[in-house]
């Protein structure tokens, strides 16, 4: 297979990933710069150089996209403050739980482990990772 089709199916595959596993743009910034590398590629044989000219386009386009990002804050969790463990929460490990629909990495504010399919309270939040209490931790039976 040539280089050009090469880059041209990367790049498609990373900007149609962006939409199904999105990453704040950064896999669309990927692929449109596989994309026009395999523009280049066609008159560029160099694998070398092709590879050199997708990381500099590509470190390039996700900066200046960052610039237009929103800053990343830690928001009030306003809505729902329940939510279900999809994994195990281990003491001072992530797992996941279900909340407002959305699968989120999630840690335990306590020292202790939640089993998969608990009822978990949502208690703060630290980036991307929302903190959890399990439901006996704060209505014990």
């Known amino acids: 297979m040539e280089p050009p089709l090469i880059w041209l199916i990367a790049g498609v595959i990373l900007c149609v990933m962006e939409f199904t596993i999105p990453t704040g743009f950064t896999e669309f910034t990927l692929g449109v710069s596989a994309i026009i590398v395999a523009i280049v590629a066609l008159v560029v044989p160099q694998v070398s150089i092709q590879i050199v000219l997708w990381?500099?386009?590509?470190?390039?386009?996700?900066?200046?996209?960052?610039?237009?990002?929103?800053?990343?804050?830690?928001?009030?969790?306003?809505?729902?403050?329940?939510?279900?463990?999809?994994?195990?929460?281990?003491?001072g490990e992530t797992?996941?739980?279900?909340?407002?629909?959305?699968?989120?990495?999630a840690r335990c504010e306590d020292d202790v482990a939640i089993a998969p399919n608990q009822l978990v309270y949502v208690v703060g939040r630290?980036?991307?990772i929302l903190l959890v209490m399990p439901e006996t931790s704060i209505h014990p039976r």
Do not use: C, H
């Open 55 to 91: 990381l500099v386009l590509s470190v390039v386009a996700t900066l200046m996209l960052r610039r237009f990002m929103p800053p990343q804050t830690n928001r009030v969790l306003e809505d729902a403050t329940d939510a279900k463990t999809l994994t195990e929460i281990l003491p």
């Open 95 to 105: 797992g996941r739980v279900l909340y407002e629909g959305n699968s989120w990495p």
């Open 126 to 128: 630290r980036g991307n």
